[in-house]
């Protein structure tokens, strides 16, 4: 499993990059799939050159043959015309200076050319590398050498903490977002309704269905109401739970291990669990089974919402706080 972002995926999408290969085989290109190459190459007649910028070829090259798991993609690059002394077109070339760094497809950090000191310099940044910092969010260094011990000290594999803080700031968005959009559905139709039934409702509630349909609401459309009623019910009570209350658990759940985020308003009530299938506690085991039955982005009463494949947020049972 891994936790990437929309920007990562991109890489991957065969309708967005192609991925060339290099002299390495885990240093590639990401070449654009909506890039009009040829204004460049006078219509397709040139081949496009690669090559690496000379100043940062020594660090890629080093890291790239010192970590094999690791994969360098180079996706900011713009061709460059090169012409002859008569300034006919000769060629072109892509330089590659800018670099994302996976393991599989999980992103460890940005390595990229920049300047430091009026010199050439490398600018390495992650999660790791910003937190550290008080201003800016990247360290630049003009040193080889020291580069490579930087990215050796602070890149790598997210730990169990950092996987779960990263999961509760998507997990909140994600289930922010989806509580939103389903109480907005509701309340939509419930305004809707008064709209329409609002001269009537007073003097024939118990008949407030007939009179909104005669007043010109759609039939079909009033009549979702019980369903959209219920879902906002079900995701308002987790919702009121997991952030009022401080009831939410956030769990990743895979390979056999648990990692849990005890979420609390206060930071300093943040808990962290982990769990094998043979010590994972038996209600938190049953919810997750239950939530691995519906859709991601899906309710259930009483139980928490699923957020994708493999991540979670379970509602804690009053004689099971862990």
Same mark, same amino acid.
């Given at each position: 499993?891994?936790?990437? +972002?929309?920007?990562?995926?991109?890489?991957?999408?065969? $309708?967005?990059?192609?991925?060339?290969?290099? &002299?390495?085989?885990?240093?590639?290109?990401?070449?654009?799939?909506?890039?009009?190459?040829?204004?460049?190459?006078?219509? *397709?007649?040139?081949?496009? /050159?690669?090559?690496?910028?000379?100043?940062?070829?020594?660090?890629?090259?080093?890291?790239? /043959?010192?970590?094999?798991?690791?994969?360098? #993609?180079?996706?900011?690059?713009?061709?460059?015309?090169?012409?002859?002394?008569?300034?006919?077109?000769?060629? $072109?070339?892509?330089?590659?200076?800018?670099?994302? !760094?996976?393991?599989?497809?999980?992103?460890?950090?940005?390595?990229? /050319? $920049?300047?430091?000191?009026?010199?050439?310099?490398?600018?390495?940044?992650?999660?790791?590398? +910003?937190?550290?910092?008080?201003?800016?969010?990247?360290?630049?260094?003009?040193?080889?050498?020291?580069?490579?011990?930087? #990215?050796?000290?602070?890149?790598?594999? /997210?730990?169990?903490?950092?996987?779960?803080?990263?999961?509760?700031?998507?997990?909140?968005? &994600?289930?922010? %977002?989806?509580?939103?959009?389903?109480?907005?559905?509701?309340?939509?139709?419930?305004?809707?309704?008064?709209?329409?039934?609002?001269?009537?409702?007073?003097?024939?509630?118990?008949?407030?269905?007939? =009179?909104?349909?005669?007043?010109?609401?759609?039939?079909?459309?009033?009549?979702?109401?019980?369903?959209?009623?219920?879902?906002?019910? #079900?995701?308002?009570?987790?919702?009121?739970?997991?952030?009022?209350?401080?009831?939410?658990?956030? !769990?990743?759940?895979?390979?056999?291990?648990?990692?849990?985020?005890?979420?609390?308003?206060?930071?300093?009530?943040?808990?962290?669990?982990?769990?094998? &299938?043979?010590?994972?506690?038996?209600?938190?085991?049953?919810? =997750?089974?239950?939530?691995?039955?519906?859709?991601?982005?899906?309710?259930?009463?009483?139980? *928490?919402?699923?957020?994708?494949?493999? %991540?979670?947020?379970?509602?804690?049972?009053?004689?099971?706080?862990?």
């Amino acid at each position: 499993m891994y936790i990437g +972002s929309k920007e990562t995926d991109a890489l991957f999408n065969p $309708t967005r990059y192609t991925l060339v290969d290099t &002299s390495l085989p885990n240093v590639k290109w990401a070449k654009s799939a909506t890039m009009d190459y040829d204004s460049y190459t006078k219509k *397709g007649t040139l081949e496009i /050159k690669l090559e690496m910028d000379p100043f940062m070829e020594p660090l890629i090259y080093e890291l790239a /043959k010192k970590h094999p798991e690791w994969t360098f #993609i180079s996706d900011d690059v713009w061709p460059r015309i090169v012409t002859d002394d008569n300034n006919n077109q000769i060629g $072109t070339v892509v330089t590659m200076e800018v670099f994302i !760094v996976l393991h599989n497809r999980e992103q460890l950090g940005n390595v990229v /050319k $920049t300047h430091f000191r009026r010199q050439p310099a490398y600018a390495m940044t992650n999660h790791r590398i +910003s937190a550290k910092r008080e201003r800016g969010n990247s360290t630049k260094t003009n040193d080889l050498k020291k580069a490579l011990r930087i #990215i050796d000290r602070d890149f790598g594999r /997210k730990n169990h903490k950092e996987r779960l803080m990263e999961l509760r700031g998507k997990g909140r968005g &994600s289930l922010i %977002s989806a509580h939103n959009s389903i109480s907005g559905a509701y309340q939509m139709l419930i305004r809707s309704m008064l709209e329409n039934l609002e001269d009537h409702v007073a003097a024939n509630f118990q008949h407030y269905r007939d =009179i909104v349909v005669a007043a010109g609401m759609s039939p079909t459309r009033l009549d979702a109401l019980p369903e959209k009623k219920e879902q906002y019910d #079900i995701a308002h009570g987790v919702y009121e739970r997991a952030f009022k209350q401080s009831e939410g658990l956030f !769990v990743i759940a895979a390979n056999s291990v648990y990692l849990a985020l005890q979420d609390d308003k206060d930071e300093s009530k943040v808990a962290y669990h982990t769990w094998t &299938s043979d010590t994972v506690p038996d209600v938190v085991r049953r919810k =997750i089974g239950l939530l691995k039955l519906v859709d991601n982005e899906a309710f259930l009463e009483g139980v *928490g919402y699923r957020i994708d494949q493999d %991540s979670f947020l379970i509602l804690q049972e009053d004689e099971n706080g862990e």
